[in-house]
């Protein structure tokens, strides 16, 4: 049964930091891509950051650059999301996908709000 859970998230001030991280089971973790989404109330979701399988290539959206990073352990089946400088624009439900090919899988998603 594959599975992938987020935890990390909760209410942070402006300004300040979380850190995300996604376990996956149930698939071969090191040969997935992983990303991060999320997802704003009234909004569609949006793409925050991907790493590849292999050779830690990674993105991330112009609207996080610089303040989120995205990394990987496959020895832990985790994907974490590093986030900085945290504003109220970033409140959201934030979500990890695993994908191959044709095949995806997504958690079930954590909040993150952003309050002072």
């Known amino acids: 049964q594959v599975q992938l859970v987020e935890s990390g998230g909760g209410l942070v001030q402006p300004g300040g930091s979380l850190r995300l991280s996604c376990v996956g089971s149930g698939f071969i973790f090191s040969h997935y891509h992983m990303s991060w989404y999320r997802q704003a109330p009234g909004k569609e979701r949006e793409w925050v950051a991907s790493?590849?399988?292999?050779?830690?290539?990674?993105k991330h959206a112009d609207s996080v650059q610089g303040r989120f990073t995205i990394s990987r352990d496959n020895a832990k089946n985790t994907v974490y999301l590093q986030m900085i400088s945290l504003n109220v624009e970033d409140t959201a439900v934030y979500y990890c996908?695993?994908?191959?090919?044709?095949?995806?899988?997504w958690g079930q998603g954590t909040q993150v709000t952003v309050s002072s």
């Open positions: 996908k695993a994908h191959l090919s044709a095949r995806e899988f």
């Open positions: 790493i590849m399988s292999v050779g830690n290539v990674r």
